[in-house]
């Protein structure tokens, strides 16, 4: 029989309220698998705990002084991708939800379903899967099954351009997608350019926000 004690996950409380964050740590660390090794007020402060303990979960508020919890969910994943980040939000339209998971949030628990929840959330993600609160689900759906009764821009796009455009928001550049693709640099860039012109967007940084708000960035 196995002997060793079980690993603690670590988790780091990311939120501008100081009760919240006392409630949150006194939540957590009741759970005999779970220790909350920091506990900061904004986003700024998040990027360098996380540098600096490298926890295997963060709760992240979305709305926090001096850096938004989409923003220090990017910038924190783009140096540590292991990091689970579960955010803990009273924000609930499909905007909101979307942004977050488009940014690496693995979870998604509104702030009324805390208590019951937020403790299934990081055992969730730690196992590798995701989790929304059942209302977020809901949100999410509804988004889904709206957009799907209007014809999208992207559907006027052939198999080919929605190809460049995809690795264009990936962020490769010409070069690369020509060899991805077997093309040309000059063919990537006049793909390109017809691609801008059926979406009606005059640049890259246009392009780049079309595909953000058709939930076309990588996950």
């Known amino acids: 029989m ?13 939120d501008d309220h100081g009760i919240v964050r006392d409630g949150l740590r006194a939540l957590l660390d009741g759970h005999f698998h779970m220790e909350v090794v920091g506990s900061v007020a904004d ?47 009273s924000c609930d339209t499909s905007e909101h939800v979307f942004r977050a998971l488009r940014a690496g949030a693995r979870g998604y628990v509104l702030k009324e379903g805390a208590s019951t929840e937020l403790v299934q959330a990081v055992l969730a993600v730690m196992a590798g899967e995701r989790y929304l609160s059942p209302r977020i689900t809901g949100v999410v759906i509804d988004a889904l099954l709206g957009d799907a009764q209007t014809a999208s821009p992207i559907e006027s796009l052939s198999p080919r351009e929605r190809e460049v455009l995809h690795l264009t928001v990936s962020g490769a550049s010409s070069a690369e997608i020509g060899h991805k693709l077997s093309l040309s640099r000059k063919t990537v860039d006049t793909y390109r350019s017809r691609v801008m012109g059926k979406l009606g967007v005059e640049d890259l940084a246009g392009l780049i926000r079309f595909a953000v708000a058709h939930a076309m960035t990588p996950a």
């Open 2 to 14: 196995d002997t060793q004690p079980r690993a603690l996950i670590s988790v780091v409380i990311v």
């Open 43 to 89: 986003g700024k402060e998040a990027i360098l705990s996380a540098e600096r303990l490298k926890p295997d979960v963060i709760v992240m508020d979305l709305v926090l002084p001096e850096l938004s919890g989409i923003d220090a969910t990017l910038r924190i994943l783009a140096a540590q991708p292991l990091t689970r980040i579960v955010i803990l939000s």
